[in-house]
């Protein structure tokens, strides 16, 4: 029971704590690598500290000690760590890893000496399989935890609340393992049901918008929708990235009329993204058109838009909630003009909205001379090298797609892309044009001067240097996500290669205390995180945003460890079915990108969610059947507190590696093929280094 709730409330914590952090630190991939890496870490070493407890009933404390830790570290999330950041500032990757330590510390040590602790116990009431039983209670409860959160608790309560009813499952756990009704217990629960009722939810989240009157915040599947006020201004945000602002005209004048004019008799103009500020309202200017269809897949976002942007109208355009992806796959209409306005690729799931596989897409719901039109980071009189590869990267990608790209330094730099004629004589085209007089900003004076020769020619310097260094943007290969990452960190006057360098020597220093079989475990949980990851972007990739799917998904992995870890009944040749497992996760991991690729030809989104759900439970099974096999072995060699830290930990480290380097170093350089062929073949020594092991004893 212990283990079960332990692990429901570590999924549902884990979840809480990342969706935190994403907003505090406005975060990409690397943002929930370190988190995730933290997390995982920072149990490991709880698991050993588990070993040293002998007095009998603490595991009791520590559950009653356990359930004030997710709602003191959402608080501390969102009221503390934004008083150690300067106003305006971004948080660097030193701070988030610093920061998230702080945060996690308490809620991992905790639950990590506990997965001994219970090991423990089980070992001395159930004799064999203690190790093992205690980790299929653990992701049973993790698979019950993410489908709780996906599927009721994120559609009806806050993060406050949740954490409140948490407080209360681990308050009764504490009670039914110590098997009396203690003051603490009821006192405890007490004030977790005052939490829940009060539900300080926007009053602790204030100081994330200092100077700013917050009044309107929304949790979406998609992140947390803000609205805040300054004087006249109000902006738009998700996950504190500002999605656009009132009043803005320059943004929605300049987001519509470059392509707009090189069209100025469309019809049929599509918005994909980033219209709630308005952009609708200057398309209309241009009497031929007869149709918008404005596209957003966050339904929160409109509600902000519709509530608090004086230039959004919904009797302006068709609005359609659906991924842009997914939609533009199965439209059929034609359309003469398609708006991009997404932030620049600073994640995996934005770099999606960059690839060739995207602009392909966009263009099959193009009329034959269509544009499309692709804004990116701000224009500058000077390009960092970060900055030249990304535009680079986009301008070589659109190029690989469409006969005829054009580049444009106005506010942003602006992409247009065609198979028909595209004219860069913007101030001449709009001084021909009926809209002109109708504009506050986009007038040929100011855009003569945005639109200099010597702002051309910048630009187009730093695009041919970034052409000489960058491949095409790909789905499965994110180079633009890598050139925009390496942006944001260009931002930090910080040491990276120091940083990277010392965890190298730590990792190395660690699996050298590690025996073949707790490598093997190492290696699979480095495998496992991988893999997920890889399942994920390419379910992305192939059928649209994970939406809810994300916690389905991960639900299917941890229901796959569960079921692998129930077969404890190989009595027989345990070594040479660890060695076969260790070989079938390195096959299993060197197939993945041709079976993820295999999804492209799958019609039916059922038939698509089934089969990236069997990758994921058949990936998890071995690696699941795998870690009961070892934790048995150990059990049989050491002491089962002794047994449950080492195998515990080294899965975890071994995860913690994985969903690091994956996220934010593998996947961006070497694409899904390169980063499937590492964890595969890690697992291919590991397999080799078990069977010399066992052929010396």
Same mark, same amino acid.
């Given at each position: 029971?212990a283990?079960?709730?332990?692990?429901t409330?570590?999924?549902? +914590?884990?979840i809480?704590?990342?969706?935190?952090f994403?907003?505090?630190f *406005?975060?990409?991939?690397? !943002?929930?690598?370190i988190?995730?890496?933290?997390?995982?870490?920072?149990?490991?070493?709880?698991?050993?500290?588990?070993?040293?407890?002998?007095?009998?009933?603490?595991?009791? @404390?520590?559950l009653?000690?356990?359930s004030?830790?997710?709602?003191?570290?959402?608080?501390?999330?969102?009221?503390?760590?934004?008083?150690?950041?300067?106003?305006?500032?971004?948080?660097?990757?030193?701070?988030v890893?610093?920061?998230?330590?702080?945060?996690l510390?308490?809620?991992?040590?905790?639950?990590?000496?506990?997965?001994?602790?219970?090991?423990?116990?089980?070992?001395k009431?159930?004799?064999k399989h203690? !190790?093992?039983?205690t980790?299929?209670a653990?992701?049973i409860?993790s698979?019950?935890?993410?489908?709780?959160?996906?599927?009721?608790l994120?559609?009806?309560?806050?993060?406050?609340?949740?954490?409140?009813?948490?407080?209360?499952?681990l308050?009764?756990?504490?009670?039914?393992?110590?098997?009396k009704l203690?003051?603490?217990?009821?006192?405890?629960a =007490?004030?977790?049901v005052l939490?829940?009722?009060?539900?300080? #939810?926007l *009053?602790?989240?204030?100081?994330?918008?200092?100077?700013?009157?917050?009044v309107?915040q929304?949790?979406?599947?998609?992140g947390?929708?803000?609205?805040?006020k300054r004087?006249? *201004?109000?902006?738009v945000?998700e996950?504190r990235?500002?999605?656009?602002?009132?009043p803005?005209?320059?943004d929605r004048?300049?987001?519509?009329?470059y =392509?707009?004019?090189?069209?100025?008799?469309?019809?049929?103009v599509?918005?994909? $993204?980033g219209?709630?500020?308005?952009?609708?309202?200057?398309?209309?200017?241009?009497?031929?058109v007869?149709?918008?269809?404005?596209?957003?897949?966050?339904?929160?976002?409109?509600k902000?838009a519709r509530?608090?942007?004086? $230039?959004?109208?919904?009797s302006?355009?068709?609005v !359609?909630?659906?991924d842009?992806?997914?939609f533009v796959?199965?439209h059929?209409?034609?359309y003469?003009?398609?708006l991009?306005?997404?932030?620049?690729?600073s994640?995996?799931?934005l770099?999606? @909205?960059?690839?060739?596989?995207?602009?392909?897409?966009?263009?099959r719901?193009l009329?034959?001379? $269509? !544009?499309?039109?692709v804004?990116?980071?701000?224009?500058?009189? @000077?390009?960092? %090298?970060?900055a030249?590869?990304?535009?680079?990267?986009?301008?070589?990608?659109?190029?690989?797609?469409?006969?005829n790209v054009?580049?444009?330094?106005?506010?942003?730099v602006?992409?247009?892309a065609s198979?028909?004629?595209?004219?860069?004589?913007?101030p001449g085209?709009?001084?021909?044009a009926?809209?002109?007089g109708?504009?506050?900003?986009?007038?040929?004076?100011?855009i003569?001067?945005?639109?200099?020769s010597?702002?051309?020619?910048?630009?187009?310097?730093?695009? +041919?240097n970034?052409?000489?260094?960058?491949?095409?943007?790909?789905?499965?290969?994110?180079?633009?996500?890598e050139?925009a990452?390496?942006?944001?960190?260009s931002?930090?006057?910080e040491?990276?290669?120091?940083?990277?360098?010392?965890m190298a020597?730590?990792?190395?220093?660690?699996l050298k205390?590690?025996?073949?079989k707790?490598?093997?475990?190492?290696? %699979?949980?480095?495998?496992?995180?991988?893999?997920?990851l890889?399942?994920?972007?390419?379910?992305q990739?192939?059928?649209?945003?994970?939406y809810?799917?994300?916690?389905?998904?991960v639900?299917?992995f941890?229901?796959?460890?569960?079921?692998?870890?129930?077969?404890?009944?190989?009595?027989k040749k345990?070594n %040479?079915?660890?060695?076969?497992?260790?070989?079938?996760?390195?096959?299993?991991?060197?197939?993945?990108p041709f079976?993820?690729r295999r999804?492209?030809?799958?019609?039916?989104?059922i038939l698509?969610?089934?089969?990236?759900?069997a990758?994921?439970?058949?990936?998890?099974?071995?690696?699941?059947?795998?870690? %009961?096999?070892i934790?048995?072995?150990?059990? *049989?060699?050491?002491?089962a507190?002794?047994?449950?830290?080492? +195998? #515990?930990?080294?899965?975890?480290?071994?995860?913690?590696?994985?969903?690091?380097?994956?996220a934010?170093?593998?996947?961006?350089?070497?694409g899904?093929?390169?980063?499937?062929?590492?964890a595969?073949?890690?697992?291919?020594?590991?397999?080799?280094?078990?069977?010399?092991?066992?052929?010396?004893?």
């Amino acid at each position: 029971m212990a283990a079960l709730a332990v692990g429901t409330a570590s999924i549902i +914590t884990q979840i809480l704590l990342i969706r935190e952090f994403l907003n505090i630190f *406005q975060g990409n991939e690397l !943002v929930i690598g370190i988190i995730l890496g933290n997390w995982l870490l920072i149990t490991a070493f709880g698991s050993h500290l588990g070993k040293k407890p002998k007095k009998a009933g603490i595991a009791s @404390y520590l559950l009653l000690a356990l359930s004030v830790t997710p709602a003191a570290a959402i608080m501390t999330a969102r009221m503390l760590l934004p008083l150690m950041l300067p106003s305006g500032a971004m948080a660097s990757p030193v701070f988030v890893l610093l920061a998230s330590i702080l945060v996690l510390l308490p809620y991992c040590l905790i639950s990590g000496m506990l997965f001994t602790l219970i090991s423990r116990e089980w070992k001395k009431g159930a004799g064999k399989h203690a !190790v093992s039983r205690t980790y299929l209670a653990d992701t049973i409860g993790s698979v019950l935890g993410g489908i709780l959160f996906t599927f009721l608790l994120l559609e009806l309560f806050k993060p406050l609340q949740t954490s409140a009813i948490l407080g209360i499952a681990l308050a009764i756990s504490s009670y039914l393992v110590a098997g009396k009704l203690k003051l603490s217990h009821i006192a405890l629960a =007490a004030l977790f049901v005052l939490l829940f009722i009060i539900n300080p #939810y926007l *009053q602790t989240s204030k100081q994330l918008f200092p100077k700013q009157k917050l009044v309107l915040q929304e949790e979406s599947p998609y992140g947390r929708i803000a609205v805040a006020k300054r004087s006249s *201004q109000t902006t738009v945000y998700e996950n504190r990235i500002p999605l656009f602002y009132s009043p803005g005209v320059e943004d929605r004048e300049e987001t519509a009329h470059y =392509a707009m004019l090189q069209r100025p008799s469309a019809k049929r103009v599509l918005l994909l $993204g980033g219209a709630g500020k308005g952009t609708a309202s200057e398309v209309r200017k241009y009497h031929d058109v007869e149709q918008i269809d404005y596209l957003e897949h966050d339904r929160s976002i409109i509600k902000a838009a519709r509530l608090f942007m004086p $230039g959004f109208s919904l009797s302006e355009q068709n609005v !359609v909630i659906d991924d842009p992806r997914r939609f533009v796959k199965k439209h059929k209409q034609k359309y003469d003009v398609v708006l991009l306005d997404f932030p620049v690729p600073s994640s995996i799931a934005l770099n999606r @909205y960059f690839t060739k596989e995207f602009f392909a897409e966009t263009k099959r719901v193009l009329s034959p001379r $269509g !544009v499309l039109s692709v804004p990116t980071i701000p224009s500058a009189n @000077y390009y960092s %090298s970060e900055a030249e590869e990304f535009l680079g990267a986009t301008y070589k990608t659109l190029s690989a797609v469409f006969q005829n790209v054009i580049a444009l330094p106005g506010r942003r730099v602006y992409f247009l892309a065609s198979d028909g004629q595209l004219n860069g004589n913007i101030p001449g085209l709009l001084r021909n044009a009926s809209i002109a007089g109708e504009n506050q900003y986009f007038i040929p004076e100011f855009i003569d001067s945005e639109l200099s020769s010597e702002r051309k020619s910048h630009l187009q310097q730093a695009i +041919t240097n970034g052409m000489e260094k960058s491949p095409v943007n790909s789905d499965f290969k994110p180079v633009a996500f890598e050139h925009a990452l390496k942006y944001w960190l260009s931002h930090f006057q910080e040491n990276y290669s120091l940083y990277l360098f010392i965890m190298a020597v730590a990792l190395l220093l660690y699996l050298k205390t590690l025996n073949p079989k707790s490598f093997a475990l190492f290696t %699979s949980g480095f495998a496992g995180s991988t893999g997920e990851l890889i399942i994920l972007v390419a379910y992305q990739a192939v059928y649209g945003e994970l939406y809810k799917m994300t916690g389905l998904l991960v639900s299917v992995f941890m229901l796959g460890l569960a079921a692998g870890a129930a077969c404890q009944k190989v009595r027989k040749k345990r070594n %040479s079915a660890i060695v076969v497992l260790e070989m079938l996760i390195a096959f299993s991991m060197l197939a993945l990108p041709f079976f993820s690729r295999r999804a492209y030809s799958l019609d039916s989104g059922i038939l698509i969610h089934l089969y990236f759900s069997a990758l994921s439970f058949v990936l998890a099974f071995i690696m699941g059947f795998e870690f %009961s096999l070892i934790a048995t072995l150990r059990e *049989q060699e050491t002491k089962a507190g002794h047994a449950a830290a080492e +195998t #515990y930990s080294a899965d975890l480290v071994g995860s913690a590696a994985g969903s690091l380097l994956a996220a934010t170093l593998l996947l961006p350089a070497i694409g899904i093929a390169g980063t499937a062929l590492t964890a595969g073949f890690l697992n291919i020594i590991s397999g080799l280094l078990l069977t010399v092991s066992f052929h010396k004893k």
